[in-house]
């Protein structure tokens, strides 16, 4: 879907993306939250919010594609005279009105969440000697979903919709955090292997972030990225084979290169944008 000419956020939006971030992440936490009480019912309940997160990630992409459509075809010059059409829906009896900017960073949000739960009974019930496949399953797939959001809606760096890389990060961050505290360490034979993926993941984030030029978004994510690693590398190693053999200071030493790689990123966006 080629990209519209979208504006870019100034500060005086911001309390407006600090609201849709919250029911952003409001949305995703209880996705998972509704997974933790469907615990008791086995297997089918990760391929069924599969299905759910992936087909509603397509209906709200499938909607804003329409308007765009519509708006071009009314409108007599090249972009969009302001990029907040909203989108009125009804689904079951409740009125949903969304923006296309927050719809396409919902339908981001949810498609970095779908892979959570696909490969969740792999990581979990798979061949043993090859359930850690399933992370990098599933990590391979959350940056294949962020280069495709990122080449085909936003393909620059002069026109960027805030709520588009909210989606992208905030989806990012609820379903590795998630998955690096229930299925990772259950899936991997090697101790380190939790952490290691966790911190791509997050690292995925701040480059995605950092592309953006907003410094509190980047802000915001190494915060939260590091909060979710100081919990993996503090939890225990699960089933790994290795647990016993791996040095001691060795998931340490990861956490300490995250928050040194982290501080370094940061410094430079805020120098960058003085």
């Known amino acids: 879907m080629p990209a519209p ?18 029911k952003l992440l409001t949305s995703l936490f209880g996705l998972v939250f509704l997974r933790w009480l469907a615990a008791s019912l086995g297997e089918v309940v990760a ?15 499938h909607w804003a594609d329409q308007m765009i ?3 071009r075809q009314l409108e007599t010059t090249k972009g969009w005279k302001n990029g ?5 829906r009804s689904i079951g009896g409740v009125e949903l009105e969304l923006s296309i900017e927050e719809a396409l960073g919902l339908s981001s949000a949810l498609a970095q969440l779908a892979p959570a739960f696909f490969f969740e009974n792999w990581g979990l019930h798979g061949s043993f000697q090859y359930r850690w496949v399933a992370v990098i399953a599933h990590l391979a797939s959350a940056l294949l979903v962020t280069l495709r ?6 393909p620059g760096n002069a026109h960027m919709q805030v709520e588009v890389w ?8 609820v379903a590795s955090s998630w998955a690096a505290g229930t299925w990772w360490g259950v899936a991997c034979t090697q101790a380190r292997l939790p952490a290691l993926a966790l911190a791509s993941a997050q690292l995925i984030n701040f480059w995605l972030v950092h592309s953006s030029g ?6 915001a994510c190494v915060a939260l990225g590091g909060l979710s690693m100081a919990g993996c590398c503090s939890g225990p190693a699960g089933v790994a084979l290795d647990a016993e053999e791996a040095p001691a200071l060795l998931t340490p030493t990861i956490y300490i290169t995250f928050c040194v790689v982290s501080a370094l990123l940061l410094f430079q966006e805020l120098f960058m944008s003085l």
């Open 5 to 22: 000419g979208w504006k870019q956020a100034g500060p005086e939006s911001w309390a407006c993306h600090k609201w849709y971030l919250l």
């Open 149 to 154: 959001v990122r080449k085909h809606v936003l």
């Open 69 to 71: 459509q519509q708006q």
């Open 47 to 61: 391929p069924a919010l599969c299905a759910l997160t992936t087909g509603a990630a397509l209906v709200l992409w």
């Open 166 to 173: 909210l989606g992208l990060a905030a989806g990012n961050w």
């Open 84 to 88: 907040m059409v909203c989108l009125h």
């Open 214 to 219: 907003q410094p509190q978004l980047l802000a």
